[in-house]
């Protein structure tokens, strides 16, 4: 781990000055280390590096030794000479030793830079002012820092095909694209799906599909991620928005266990687009396509908008009031869900133990894909075992609390963000309850409900969640919930409130400096605290559990039961 | 007039000398492989590396040096593969070989394959030679049946295949990691270096050897004859005979095999060629394939050997090796030499060569890929009648730009000629954005 | 598309050779050019599925190679070289003469699927400039007149 300060670093000069990296990383790294930056296309930290760019040239040299003695050969002036090779050499396919010098700002470098930027251009449309790349294109930003200003070229540019459909969620446009190869290196290298590659040669080559098979994986739209320039653009945010009035958020994908980090890119209270946040130990790069879909449920038609207590329409406060009263009035029993945060749950565990209540968990799991597509297809479950309101996992159905309540044990159900109907209870089952429901869209569940609160997205509120690997990260929120609405942990914190010697811990904040004094992994955390990145909990309390997950990018049962083995035995 | 001394041609051209296997074991063939079986590998080795050869394809390396960098601790397999994609224009020497006498080639390279120990080797032959590649095939058939390759080969407990790979028109795959990868069944997109060093990571990703073919024939001789004896041919440094290919505007075009060193550019032309057309003067020579630095006619080359010896040379003097036409700022690549006369229009010359550069870029790395299409359509253009002024600085500049910074050498490939003509022309390329040319008909350039 | 089963076994026997089926690509492509005188569609799913690869693969690498076909080249094929020694002695002249005599156009095929024609980059004969190639057959040392000669006989 590299935050218990042991690992090596070795000292190289980044135009002249000294800096301390890790050994063998490539220069593009090791000069972003130093501040400096090296432009590149081709280059992408998670795929091989194949060099064709050709744009981050830089002028590169080792300390000189004697041949015969190893001695080192020194200056006139008693420095240590450095032997510069003759030609400049590529920053990504230059992995940095001891001592060696990296010049990345010269006349030399600069003249190789605006020669590759020139020669890119040359067959390059001037179609900034309808490219949906505009604003994040590396070209553009390039040729501003370091082309010309100016073009020579004054012959035909070469003909390519435009607006190609490559399959249902991204549009190519051969004539931006630069050949960097990085979509295909993608497919070959991350997603295993094969489909595109180039054709022709020489300056006529051309990216594309075999005709018939699509790219139409569910990772297809990492390709426009990382597409440098505007070439392969997502169908679905082509020509929707300019990027540069759009607002980043960080936040957590709630698709699976997974916990990908992701970008909401959101302008004037509605969310555009999602796209993966780098985190090396979860999701390195990239993210599913059907994870970018999850926004639409923001503004989906079934939303729930107000509170309602039986059939007339309440505030929150009177209606997390109502729902207390009923909740502490009848003998109850709470459905909750490892969709919600860990925060919520905290809470939610406050009010069980207020009640007495026992919480029950439904599973969600379906097919895993091996790579950010995990089995178990909820953010939190690992939340849940950690925040203490349950020990163990998720049940398959909620066959149990159904003979709790046909048994006249239940009458009283607190739902969160689950539809009972669709977990094994039956209508019937819901007319011989007094149902009190916290979620975001309406169902059978919510239309049974007696009491209604209604819940917010994970883009309106902020939180967090737990991954397989128990890594806690946070997500913040990106745009504005329906008037009128709370952050689920402060309705929570209401409902809390109001039971008979409870207190309502009031903020998100308050509810974590709880957390954090009675359960010891939370130890010394609090919401702020958490990196951007995430921390690593302990979860080796639960290593007895039988997850669901598989083999996935970042994760691996497996292996990890095999390295534990011998560190037990001895 | 300086003689021939043919080793690697020496029965080629023979009257009644067949490619069948039993005119060449009349000929003393394969008794050289007989004796390289039952020697130590590195014995082998010592001998190629006494010889002082280097590789003739066009860079020149020592073809020992080569051999010595294979990583022999990686465990992998080991392969060899014979460059037979000769596509350097004014390049033709391999064919000779290949067509007329392909078990030498056969035996040079069985020597080589049990010297570095491969596991299989290949013959990678372009796709225009048809025939070629037949007569490779059916002679490794022949070898085959002797056992002069494949199983056990003469009872000596090593065993290796000979495959014959046809390329299919790419002038890229003569460079030898792209050769690697249209070997693999890619598309031959030359590798970066580091870190795919063949001799490291080659074919396969394990170890592999590419040498030409007249290289992989002369191994034969040089453990025929002993290395300290083979570097006794031709001068130091400059080891051995080289077949040297000359096309153009001479008399008598074609294919002579000298000792390195011991005749010049003038003996070559006048008198071996037979001179040039009758009232034509020479105007320039491209003295190792089109990739080569154009020589104009009336330059003088002075300047320093590495061993210190001071030169001063007209365009006749220049000894025909490996180290005389770089001294004179050119190369002599891969020894084809091509001459032009007073009537050639240099920039249709110019713009002949850029199409072909800019149809052969594989497109694999920016400045190769838009930089030669560019180059291309400038020299078209002028072609064409529409020259402009500023057009022979914007080639400089644009080669200037490709130079040094590609993946492959094939930059340097097409940046060479047209930095050269360029310069040593500049003269002729003015005067055509002052007087307009009417377009060809072919709508391209047009020679002669 | 039907491949002969002659073919077959030839490619099969060809598959064994190397190490990985996928460097059979080329060796693959070529055969089955011969037999039919370019590259479908269905070749390109053909080669692909027998190699275990993806048509993109191979789409790829047929596309690369100038002497690989996407529609059926003349019954006969002639082959003019373009490069600078070959034009140095008159190949465009060459290529004119060829253009008359055939009456097709330079990278076409006629209509009745007889002749096509196409510029070469350099054959490896410049010894012998200018030289033509009329399907596997080389021709050295063909001036316009030659060159008459040669569509002459191919008319026959």
Known sequence: ?570 | MPEEKRIILKYADEPGYTRDIDCYLKHGGYEILKKAVKMEPDTIHKEVMDSGIRGRGGAGFPTGLKWKFLDRKSGKPIYLICNADESEPGTFKDKQVIYKDPHQLIEGMMISAFCIKAKQAFIYIRGEFFEGAKILEEAIEEARAKNFLGDNILGSGYSCDLVVHRGAGAYICGEETGLIESLEGKRPYPRIKPPYFPAVLGVYQCPTIVNNVETLCNVKHILDMGGAEYAKIGVPNNTGTRIWCVSGHVQKPGYYEFPCGKITMGEMINDVCGGLFPGRTLKAIIPGGSSAKVLRADERFQGKLKDGTEFDWSIWDIPLDFDSPMACGSMSGSGGIMVMDDTTDIVQALSNLNAFYAHESCGQCTPCREGVQWMRKVTKRMCNGDSREGDADLLLSIANQIEGRTVCAFGEAAAWPVQSFVKKFKDDFEAYSKKPVVSSECGDNQLV | MELSPELIKKIDARVEKYPTKRSAVLPLLHMIQEELRYIPDEAIEWVAHRLELEPMQVYEVVTFYPMLKRTPMGKKHVRVCRTLACALRGSYQVCKAIQEELGVELDHTTEDGEYSLEFMECLASCGTAPVVMVNEEHYDNVDVEKAREICRGLKK
């Open chain 1, 1 to 570: 781990m590299s935050n218990n300060g042991t690992q090596e670093t070795i000292e190289i000069f980044v135009d002249g000055v000294s800096v301390q990296v890790p050994p063998g990383i490539n220069a593009i790294e090791a000069a972003k280390i130093a501040g400096k930056e090296i432009p590149h296309y081709c280059y992408h930290p998670k795929l091989s590096v194949v060099g064709n760019c050709r744009m981050c040239l830089m002028e590169c040299g080792n300390p000189m030794r004697d041949r015969e003695t190893g001695d080192p050969v020194l200056e006139e002036d008693g420095s240590q000479k450095i032997g510069w090779f003759p030609k400049p050499v590529i920053g990504c396919s230059t992995n940095v030793g001891p001592g060696m010098h990296i010049k990345t700002e010269s006349e030399k470098i600069e003249d190789c830079r605006e020669g590759v930027m020139e020669f890119l251009l040359v067959n390059h449309p001037l179609d900034c002012p309808i490219c949906d790349q505009a604003g994040e294109c590396t070209l553009q930003e390039y040729a501003m820092d370091y082309g010309r200003g100016y073009s020579r070229y004054e012959e035909r540019k070469n003909v390519k095909p435009k607006r190609t459909r490559l399959g249902p969620r991204v549009t190519l446009d051969d004539e931006r694209c630069v050949l960097c190869s990085r979509c295909i290196r993608f497919g070959q290298e991350i997603a295993d799906k094969d489909v595109l590659g180039f054709i022709e040669r020489g300056s006529f080559s051309t990216l594309t599909c075999y005709p018939g098979p699509e790219l139409d994986h569910n990772y297809s739209l990492n390709t426009v991620d990382i597409c440098p320039v505007g070439a392969l653009t997502s169908t679905d945010f082509r020509f929707k928005m300019r990027v540069w009035f759009l607002k980043e958020t960080a936040s957590i994908c709630t698709e699976s266990s997974i916990g990908t980090n992701t970008l909401v890119w959101s302008r004037e209270g509605k969310v555009h687009r999602i796209t993966p946040r780098r985190n090396d130990d979860v999701n390195d790069t990239w993210m599913t396509d059907s994870g970018r879909q999850l926004f639409h449920q923001v503004e989906a038609d079934t939303r729930l908008k107000s509170f309602r207590i039986e059939s007339a329409s309440a505030d929150a406060t009177s209606a997390a009031k109502a729902a207390a009263n009923q909740l502490f009035t009848g003998k109850a029993a709470i459905v909750a869900s490892t969709h919600q945060s860990v925060e919520e749950l905290f809470l939610t565990r406050k009010i069980a133990e207020a009640l007495g209540a026992k919480a029950h968990f439904v599973r969600h799991l379906s097919e895993g894909d091996g790579l950010l597509l995990s089995e178990d297809r909820t953010p939190n479950t690992r939340g849940a075992l950690l925040t203490g309101i349950t020990g163990e996992l998720p049940a398959e159905n909620l066959s149990a609390l159904a003979k709790q309540i046909d048994a006249g044990e239940v009458d009283t159900l607190l739902a969160i963000h689950e539809d009972l109907t669709e977990s094994g209870l039956t209508s019937a089952h819901l007319d011989k309850v007094k149902l009190i429901y916290l979620g975001t869209q309406e169902n059978a569940t919510s239309q049974a409900a007696n009491i209604l609160l209604p819940g917010l997205t994970v883009f309106e509120k902020n939180g967090s969640f737990v991954n397989l690997n128990f890594r806690l990260q946070k997500f913040h929120q990106a745009v504005p919930g329906p008037a009128g609405l709370l952050p689920d942990v402060l309705l929570l914190g209401q409902v809390l409130g109001n039971l008979p010697g409870q207190a309502n811990p009031g903020s998100l904040n308050a509810a974590w400096e709880a957390l954090a004094n009675e359960i010891p992994a939370f130890e010394g955390l609090a919401y702020a605290s958490i990196p951007p990145v995430g921390t690593q909990l302990d979860g080796s309390a639960f290593s007895k559990l039988a997850f669901p997950e598989t083999k996935s990018l970042k994760f691996n049962p497996a292996a990890e039961k095999e390295e534990a083995a011998p560190a037990n035995a001895g």
